[in-house]
């Protein structure tokens, strides 16, 4: 962790070529039954996977706040919006890069894909090599069995199972109309998107074993220069 570091061991660490991993969360409602910090943990727990494959990553302090709008309603959200989250990603991998010449954001939000991709644009056309890494997998949207069953995974007395509770279960296709417009309070008293009903420890580990999967396959291709295949060894 960066964070456990001086700045020597950090200079080191990042002469010897380490990739700087930075979960990216939010702290917004999750239903009844999960905590406020659910989608920065499970991005945390991502880049902690990342990085006990990888010795070359290095995992730095999470962003706890992401834009979080369509939340607004339930106590306890704090969003900092599109362009607040945007505008710290990008001053924070500028910064970033003056140390390490790899970033990758690790993103568990759905509300910071656009701000996030649009910072990467950016810090990519300054000739900086920052990636973001938004998950791929099926399961419901928010706070429903997927998220459920990865907070059991990582930390089952977080988890309040006597309150959890189906919320809307609609596709995201139809839903998205009246989330653009009026946020997850129009649509889910409870603000679930989903149903944590069946949701496991067991489920929970298996989907963060294929998550880690994936974003270990991905980084691998991403720094070619690293892997076995270029290297031959
Ligand atoms: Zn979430």
Redesign the pocket.
Known sequence: MLADLTWPEAGERAAAGAILAIAVG?TEQ?GPHLPLS??TD?AGALCARLAAARPDVLVGPAIPYGASGEHAGFPGTLSIGQAALELLVVELCRSATDTFDRILLVN??GGNVEPLCRAKDLLRAESRDVRVYLPRFDGDL??GRS?TALQLALAPGRVRGDRAAAGDQRPLAELLPVLRAAGVRAVSANGVLGDPAGATETEGAALLDHLGTDLIDRTRLWWPENSAERTGT
Request: aromatic share 10%; proline share 0%.
């Open positions: 939010a999750h659910t989608d499970i568990w939000h928010h706070a998220e």
